[in-house]
């Protein structure tokens, strides 16, 4: 059974940092792609970041390029989300995916975690 753990949401001020992590268990991950989607109240679930579970290929939304960074470790079948200077309209549920295809579609991601909150105070 395939598992995505979303962790580390929680309550920070704007211009901080959070680092959410995705654990990933019941298959092997190497071939397939890795996103982090996000959905604030009262709007569609939105891409946010893709990474290769091998490394490399990464793909970020315009809205989060240059402050949050996606990576993985393949010891710890972990998917990463480093997120700095975090604004206000950051706030949403965070979502860890795995597709097989290179795209930032939601629907193309076959496999989700439940989802950790984040909410970023002015």
């Known amino acids: 059974q395939v598992q995505l753990v979303e962790s580390g949401g929680g309550l920070v001020q704007a211009g901080g940092s959070l680092r959410l992590s995705c654990a990933a268990s019941g298959r092997t991950f190497s071939s397939y792609i890795m996103g982090w989607f996000r959905q604030a109240p009262g709007k569609e679930r939105e891409f946010i970041a893709r990474i290769r579970w091998s490394g490399g290929s990464t793909y970020y939304a315009s809205s989060v390029k240059g402050r949050f960074t996606i990576s993985t470790d393949n010891a710890k079948n972990t998917v990463y989300l480093q997120m700095n200077s975090l604004k206000p309209e950051d706030t949403a549920v965070y979502y860890c995916?795995?597709?097989?295809?290179?795209?930032?579609?939601?629907?193309?991601?076959?496999?989700w975690g439940q989802g950790t909150q984040v909410t970023v105070s002015s």
């Open positions: 995916a795995a597709t097989k295809m290179m795209t930032v579609t939601t629907t193309a991601y076959n496999y």
